[in-house]
């Protein structure tokens, strides 16, 4: 009997090492896969915001040029610099949030000369701003009442819009949304693989 509650004690104090060692690597190996989850899913949320960011500013930008536009061409009388302080913060935010992104390897390059692109979101994002510009061009050329809109499109006598400038405007904005649309699909591309990978 002496011998089998020896041979149970053994057998109890091998288990007992056995558990505690592998508990011993087990443990901090399972934190570390935690630790590394979370991290992962820490930085996907953030790579998550930071395109929304890009969404929300470039969703403004044009909101803001669309109702300058329907403004300047409804005859409403708009200064050409009035609408200039709001139109500078949303380009800004569109550079900033573009330039959030370097973080994730989105490299863009703010610029509107077709020579610096060198990606299709790119080339999304400096079509984007070129029309934006020429938008921003002809809609204070035809406020600010008189000779030339900017962009080589005189307006006509007594405050009338001519119908090539009315025409090079809708071109630009159409432009500007075809051009934020295939941004945005990119940018919800890699939304959409974010909330497939880690459940945001």
Same mark, same amino acid.
């Given at each position: 009997? @002496?011998?089998?509650?020896?041979?149970?004690?053994?057998?109890?104090?091998?288990? +007992? #090492?056995?558990?505690?060692?592998?508990? *011993?690597?087990?443990?901090?190996?399972?934190?570390?896969?935690?630790?590394?989850?979370?991290?992962?899913?820490?930085?996907?949320?953030?790579?998550?915001?930071?395109?929304?960011?890009?969404?929300?500013?470039?969703?403004?930008?044009?909101?803001?040029?669309?109702?300058?536009?329907?403004?300047?061409?409804?005859?409403?009388?708009? +200064?050409?610099?009035? @609408?200039?302080?709001?139109? /500078?913060?949303?380009?800004?935010?569109?550079?900033?949030?573009?330039?959030?992104?370097?973080?994730? +390897?989105?490299?863009?390059?703010?610029? *509107?000369?077709?020579?610096?692109?060198?990606?299709?979101?790119?080339?999304?994002?400096?079509?984007?701003?070129?029309?934006?510009?020429?938008?921003?061009?002809?809609?204070?050329?035809?406020?600010?009442?008189?000779?030339?809109?900017? *962009?080589?499109?005189?307006?006509?006598?007594?405050? #009338?819009?001519?119908?090539? *400038?009315?025409?090079?405007?809708? /071109?630009?904005?159409?432009?500007?949304?075809?051009?934020?649309?295939?941004?945005?699909?990119?940018?919800?591309?890699?939304?959409?693989?974010?909330?497939?990978?880690?459940?945001?």
């Amino acid at each position: 009997m @002496a011998d089998v509650a020896a041979v149970y004690g053994l057998v109890g104090a091998v288990g +007992g #090492a056995l558990l505690g060692g592998t508990a *011993t690597f087990a443990v901090p190996m399972l934190q570390n896969r935690y630790a590394d989850r979370a991290r992962r899913q820490s930085r996907a949320e953030a790579k998550f915001n930071r395109l929304m960011a890009l969404r929300k500013a470039t969703r403004e930008l044009v909101r803001l040029l669309d109702e300058e536009c329907a403004s300047v061409l409804a005859g409403r009388g708009v +200064g050409p610099d009035a @609408a200039w302080p709001a139109l /500078q913060a949303a380009l800004d935010a569109v550079g900033q949030a573009a330039d959030d992104l370097a973080i994730d +390897g989105l490299h863009f390059t703010l610029s *509107t000369s077709s020579r610096e692109v060198h990606s299709p979101e790119n080339r999304c994002l400096a079509l984007l701003l070129r029309h934006a510009y020429n938008v921003s061009g002809l809609v204070r050329g035809i406020g600010d009442g008189g000779g030339e809109t900017g *962009t080589g499109v005189p307006r006509r006598a007594h405050g #009338a819009v001519r119908q090539e *400038t009315v025409l090079q405007l809708t /071109q630009e904005m159409s432009g500007l949304k075809q051009a934020r649309a295939s941004l945005m699909d990119f940018a919800f591309d890699h939304m959409d693989g974010l909330r497939d990978e880690h459940r945001l």
